[in-house]
C-alpha cells in the first residue's frame, strides 16, 4: 500500500492511494501554456473553478520561470501577488501553495496564510528553509541542474540524469533535515523541463519508480511540457493534453504523490477509480 503523508499546519494533506492534483494558477503575462495565465480580476474565479473541479491543493505563481525566459524582478513579483493572493486564500477552502525563489516573497506569503512554498531555485536556501521551518508549512524543494542552473541550456549529466536527481534528493533532505525541518512537510520534484534535453527528460520519466525520497513526498510536473510535445509530433502546448494524461497516469502508477496540472478535471476524472494495487 502506497500512503506517504506531506502536511502542513496550515492545511492537512496526505497522499492517498492516488495523487494529489495540484492545480497552476500562473499571475504572469509570459507563462509557456496561455491556458495557464490569468489576471489578477479573474484570480479568484479561476481558483474557484479548479478547487470545483478536483484540485486538493492550488499552486499560485507570479514569476514565470520558463526556461529561456526573461526572470521578473522581485518587486513585480511582489506586487502581482498582493493584488490576488490574499483574495484567493480567502476564497478557497484547499491550500495554497505558492511558487517562489525568493525568501521575501515567500515570506509575504506564508504571512498571509499560504500553506506550501514551491521552490524551484534548485539550492539549499538557509534563509527559506529558516523561514517555512517556523511557519510550519509544506516546502517543496526542486532538482534544477548542476548548480539550480534553471536554465535552456544543454547540461550534460556523466552518470545519467536519474543519477544527478537522486544525489539532489539526498543531499537537499540531508541539509533540510539538519536545519529542523520535519520530513513529513518535505516534498522533491526531479524537475521535469528544467536544464534537461527531451531525451533526458524521457529518461527521468522512466526512471521514476526507482527514485528514493526516503519518505518524503514526491511531485512530478509533466503537464503540457516541451518534451511531452516532442513525444507527440511535435504538438504545441495547446495540443499536448492527451500526451499529458498518459505521462501523468504513468508517474501515478511510479509513485508521484502529488501532480502538479493545468488541466484539473480532466486528470479528475483520469484518477477517479485509480488505486495504485
Known amino acids: 500500500m502506497h500512503v506517504k503523508t506531506f502536511l502542513t499546519a496550515r492545511g492537512a494533506l496526505s497522499s492517498r492511494e492516488k495523487p494529489l492534483l495540484m492545480g497552476i494558477l500562473n499571475l504572469t503575462p509570459d507563462s509557456f501554456y496561455i491556458g495557464s495565465r490569468v489576471s489578477a480580476d479573474g484570480a479568484v474565479s479561476r481558483a474557484l473553478k479548479m478547487e470545483a ?5 492550488l499552486d499560485v505563481g507570479a514569476c514565470s520561470t520558463r526556461p529561456g525566459g526573461d526572470i521578473a524582478d522581485e518587486e513585480t513579483e511582489l506586487c502581482r501577488l498582493k493584488e490576488a493572493l490574499p483574495a484567493i486564500l480567502s476564497a478557497v477552502k484547499v491550500p495554497v501553495s505558492v511558487d517562489t525563489f525568493r525568501p521575501a516573497v515567500a515570506a509575504f ?42 536554465t535552456a541550456d544543454v547540461v550534460d549529466y556523466p552518470n545519467g540524469v536519474a543519477a544527478d536527481v537522486q544525489a539532489f534528493f539526498d543531499r537537499m533532505l540531508d541539509r533540510l533535515l539538519s536545519a529542523g525541518l520535519d ?22 520519466l522512466r526512471a521514476l519508480p526507482d527514485l528514493d525520497t526516503h519518505g518524503a513526498a514526491l511531485l512530478v510536473a509533466l503537464s503540457r511540457k516541451r518534451f511531452i510535445g516532442a513525444m507527440s509530433d511535435g504538438l504545441a502546448a495547446d495540443g499536448r493534453l492527451p500526451g499529458t494524461l498518459s505521462a501523468d497516469l504513468f508517474a501515478a502508477a511510479s509513485g508521484a504523490d502529488i501532480l502538479r496540472v493545468h488541466d484539473v478535471k480532466e486528470h479528475s476524472a483520469l484518477f477517479s477509480g485509480f488505486t495504485r494495487g
Open 183 to 204: 520530513l513529513r512537510r518535505i516534498c522533491l520534484d526531479p524537475g521535469f523541463g528544467f536544464a534537461k534535453t527531451d531525451a533526458q527528460n524521457l529518461a527521468l
Open 53 to 57: 473541479d478536483g484540485a486538493d491543493l
Open 109 to 150: 506569503a506564508l504571512e498571509m496564510g499560504a500553506a506550501v512554498i514551491n521552490d524551484v531555485s534548485g539550492v539549499f536556501q538557509p534563509e527559506m528553509a529558516s523561514l517555512v521551518r517556523a511557519s510550519g508549512a509544506g516546502y517543496i524543494v526542486m532538482h534544477a541542474g548542476p548548480s539550480g542552473s534553471k
